[in-house]
């Protein structure tokens, strides 16, 4: 079992940057794939940025050359990068764990970008 913890979330004005940070409960080094994803009222959830074990990242087009997705597997956790935001970015962003076998959410951190 892997409990996940997001955390960083707010309102932010258009232009502006946060940093959301994934807390998880065992050692990110044996999850396969971490990611980020988003989903807006009335929008299906969309994956944002995800990185391998190994460090490969990919990242949604819309968020490309914004945001920044890393690992610390030193401190178990999973941060995005957010810049130059915009209010299309608002949404409830989750942290997700894809252990192949099993995949694990966790409860989700609001961004709001005004205009």
């Known amino acids: 079992q892997v409990q996940l913890v997001e955390s960083g979330g707010g309102l932010v004005q258009a232009g502006g940057s946060l940093r959301l940070s994934c807390a998880a409960s065992?050692?990110?080094?044996?999850?396969?794939?971490m990611g980020w994803y988003r989903q807006a009222p009335g929008k299906q959830r969309e994956l944002v940025a995800r990185?391998?074990?190994?460090?490969?990242?990919n990242y949604a087009d819309s968020v490309k050359g914004r945001f920044t997705i890393s690992r610390d597997n030193a401190k178990n956790t999973v941060y995005l990068q957010m810049n130059s935001l915009k209010p299309e970015d608002t949404a409830v962003y989750y942290c997700?764990?894809?252990?192949?076998?099993?995949?694990?959410w966790g409860q989700g951190t609001q961004v709001t970008v005004s205009s």
């Open positions: 065992v050692s990110i080094f044996s999850i396969n794939v």
């Open positions: 990185i391998t074990s190994g460090s490969s990242t």
């Open positions: 997700n764990a894809d252990r192949l076998v099993s995949v694990y």
